[in-house]
């Protein structure tokens, strides 16, 4: 049905933006971020779904941190806060336009949330992988969170991402998806976004 956020392995794409070295010191909880978005680049292998990743600035900002595990995927560079650069559009394009975005990375206030936007305003379901973003202020996080669910993207959570995409254990999938949830997602501090609502 649509408009109710059901996540789907068909019409997907995962957008990775802009996890790397120069960032790693300074983004709230950033290991964790990037752990759960490991998580999801691995998933999105396992189930065939396009991932589509981005650098700012990386001549100064450094490269993708290698944890994330993106070897195989071209780094689209850009200066804009946007990831809907003109690389990245034509890379949607060749995938048909896909109708739902899983979204992960930093910061939340500004490169995601831009990114949503774009995405929302051509119409494309947008889901926000909440403990797989971050800034460098909870503050600013939090406040992206709140700010991007009432433009209409979905706030979602790593493992019910994963869970949303098998829909059960009969997926042919659903064996290696659970391996990925082995160990519970770490708290990134996202109890105070209730606790602030």
């Known amino acids: 049905m649509a408009g109710i956020g059901r996540l789907s392995t068909k019409d997907t794409v995962l957008l990775l933006c802009d996890m790397q070295e120069k960032f790693r010191p300074n983004i709230f909880q950033f290991t964790n971020i990037v752990s759960n978005a490991a998580r999801l680049l691995q998933a999105s292998r396992i189930l065939g779904i396009p991932a589509i990743l981005t650098e700012q600035y990386p001549k100064g900002l450094g490269p993708t941190v290698p944890e994330l595990g993106a070897e195989g995927l071209t780094a689209h560079a850009k200066t804009s806060f946007t990831m809907m650069i003109e690389e990245v559009q034509k890379e949607m394009?060749?995938?048909?336009?896909?109708?739902?975005?899983?979204?992960?990375?930093?910061?939340?206030?500004?490169?995601?949330?831009?990114?949503?936007?774009?995405?929302?305003?051509?119409?494309?379901?947008?889901?926000?992988?909440?403990?797989?973003?971050?800034?460098?202020?909870?503050?600013?996080?939090?406040?992206?969170?709140?700010?991007?669910?009432?433009?209409?993207?979905?706030?979602?959570?790593?493992?019910?991402?994963?869970?949303?995409?098998?829909?059960?254990?009969?997926?042919?999938?659903?064996?290696?998806?659970?391996?990925?949830?082995?160990?519970?997602?770490?708290d990134t501090g996202l109890l105070a976004y209730f606790s602030a609502l």
């Not at 909870?138 to 669910?149: E, H, I, P, Y």
């Not at 042919?172 to 391996?179: C, G, R, S």
Request: charge should be neutral; aromatic fraction near 4%.
């Open 93 to 186: 394009q060749a995938l048909g336009n896909p109708k739902q975005a899983i979204l992960c990375g930093i910061e939340a206030h500004a490169c995601i949330a831009c990114t949503a936007f774009d995405l929302l305003e051509k119409g494309t379901e947008v889901h926000i992988v909440s403990d797989a973003v971050s800034s460098r202020s909870q503050t600013d996080r939090l406040f992206a969170l709140s700010r991007l669910k009432q433009s209409g993207a979905f706030l979602t959570t790593t493992e019910a991402v994963l869970l949303q995409l098998v829909q059960g254990a009969k997926h042919p999938n659903f064996k290696e998806i659970q391996q990925l949830m082995m160990q519970p997602s770490p």
